[in-house]
């Protein structure tokens, strides 16, 4: 999981079990992501936050949801179409960070090992725009 600014710039970074759903990783991420950036506006995510548990986690924080409705609402909102456009940014950042051969194939076993090398990687990123 992965909190962006831009396409160079992460803000927080955990790594999850490929069995455990996104969603219920949303609050910590959250947590991290206020302690370093703390006047949130929007929280851009794909469909697999939706909910609204989510919904109210952001909130909560004093930002806005930026996240699209599944089809199985019977009544969604509205999707603010501009504000998503920016997730792009986030998916640009995880296209840099999988040209990174040891980041896209996870050789790493330990969850400590792998996410030091993803903040190696981040840093690199980051590096290269300044």
């Known amino acids: ?11 927080a970074v955990d790594v ?3 069995q455990t759903h996104e969603a219920s990783q949303l609050e ?17 995510a794909d469909k697999g936050f939706d ?3 989510q ?4 909130r909560d924080r004093g930002a806005k949801p930026v996240i699209p409705f599944k089809s199985c609402w019977t009544a ?3 999707l ?3 504000a998503y456009r920016s997730r792009n940014m986030i998916e640009r950042l995880l296209g840099k960070l999988k040209e990174f051969r040891r980041v896209a194939t996870r050789y790493d076993k330990l969850k400590q090992t792998f996410l030091g090398i993803i903040h190696l990687a981040l840093g690199f990123i980051r590096l290269k725009r300044l």
């Open 1 to 11: 999981m992965l909190t962006a600014a831009d396409e160079d710039t992460a803000i």
């Open 16 to 18: 999850v079990p490929g």
């Open 28 to 44: 910590p991420m959250l947590d991290a992501t206020a302690a370093r950036v703390p006047d949130m506006e929007e929280v851009v």
């Open 51 to 53: 909910g609204e548990r």
């Open 55 to 58: 919904r109210q986690a952001c």
């Open 76 to 78: 969604p909102g509205r």
């Open 80 to 82: 603010n179409k501009k």
